[in-house]
């Protein structure tokens, strides 16, 4: 079946620091849909991005990931970290063909630092 | 538009108990999902329902754990017996369909079983 690889559990980081966040996915499908999710310490966890297009970069909120299927690999980057990107990143995949189901990957929390 | 509500927030179980969580999805959505939520597993699916069919119910988790979708705007998670490795934080979720892949999360209950 579909899975997703978020292979850092914890990734620390000072302000101002690049952040990546790797994912990469497994599905039989040509066209799957890719997702980042966001979960702030008590609050509801959050779409942040999605794409089905392939090497095109999408962005939003100062965070961007390009989906490569060559690689199925889709990462999250931002150029600068800031102390309120603190927080739980889901990657998620969907295939499109198990009515609107999506399967998350483990997670990867993010803690930046001053 | 209210989003998703999940009740109770918390809840204290002692082992052999039944708890049922509660869930209000968005107006409208038409898919729901259950979720359990833990630091090894990320986020595990439990349930998931298309215009309150039962779409898919989780392998691992249909021994103890029975989700219903009564009305479009209900549904429950029942878990009979508990056990303490069901501690989690469940959260529900549901998603508008057609092109939008993107799920809305409630804030989750955290159960602590004893």
């Known amino acids: 079946g579909d899975s997703v690889t978020q292979t850092e559990g914890l990734v620390t980081l000072t302000e101002g620091l690049p952040v990546m966040l790797n994912c990469t996915y497994q599905?039989?499908?040509?066209?799957?849909?890719l997702f980042w999710y966001v979960h702030y310490l008590n609050e509801s966890p959050r779409l942040l991005l999605k794409?089905?297009?392939?090497?095109k970069r999408t962005e939003h909120q100062g965070f961007h990931a390009t989906l490569h299927k060559s690689s199925s690999s889709f990462h999250l980057q931002k150029s600068s970290a800031q102390l309120s990107d603190s927080a739980l990143y889901y990657c998620a995949l969907s295939s499109g063909t198990g009515g609107y189901k999506v399967v998350f990957g483990s997670g990867t929390r993010l803690l930046v630092s001053p | 538009d209210a989003g998703v509500t999940q009740t109770p927030r918390h809840e204290v179980a002692e082992k052999g108990q039944t708890i049922i969580l509660k869930c209000e999805p968005v107006?409208?959505?038409?898919?729901l999902f259950w979720y359990r939520q833990t630091k090894i597993q990320g986020l595990e699916l439990l349930s998931y329902f298309r215009s309150k069919s039962l779409m898919e119910d989780g392998g691992a988790f249909k021994d103890r754990f029975k989700a219903e979708m009564l009305n479009s705007s209900f549904s429950t998670l029942k878990i009979q017996p508990t056990e303490p490795k069901d501690s989690a934080v469940y959260l529900c979720a549901s998603s508008p369909g057609g092109s939008s892949y993107e799920q809305y999360f409630g804030p989750g209950t955290r159960l602590t079983v004893l």
């Open positions: 107006s409208g959505h038409n898919d």
């Open positions: 794409s089905s297009t392939d090497n």
């Open positions: 599905t039989i499908y040509s066209n799957p849909f």
